[in-house]
């Protein structure tokens, strides 16, 4: 549920960037070959510039509405995605581990990398002595309450 939270206000400026690449990349989806796609992308520039010194917000609050309606209407039926953004073919593709995985490793497997595993021990005693002294240490009465 947090991740649909707004980080934040988006300003009228955000706004318009934000349609002017949306379409860009629509533009993209659209033509494959350079000099066709440079072509349409000069066309839109001009679109947006245009309008860049309107100072009536409610025209240009209008003008943002209708521009976004316009490029939901001509949006490609296969959009271009980057292979590594959400949507692409290799989305979290390579799933890094967490940390924990490491202490479930056999003591032999441990004993190929030494130096790693004991930085790793003293390092999680400094982190167990750092949230100690921050949060205090845990009651047993509550380890009891979970059981």
Known sequence: MAANLPLGIKTHAQKVCSLYKKALRNLEAFYDRRNVYRYHAVLLRDRFDQNAKVTDMRKAAELLHQGEEELYSQLHPMPKKFQFSVGGVAHERV????????????????????????????????FIAMWEKEYGKPDPKDKQAHH
């Open 95 to 126: 799933v890094t581990p967490p940390d924990w995985v490491l202490d479930y490793w056999h003591p032999l497997e441990k004993a190929q990398y030494p130096e790693y595993f004991k930085k790793r021990e003293e390092r999680k005693k400094e």
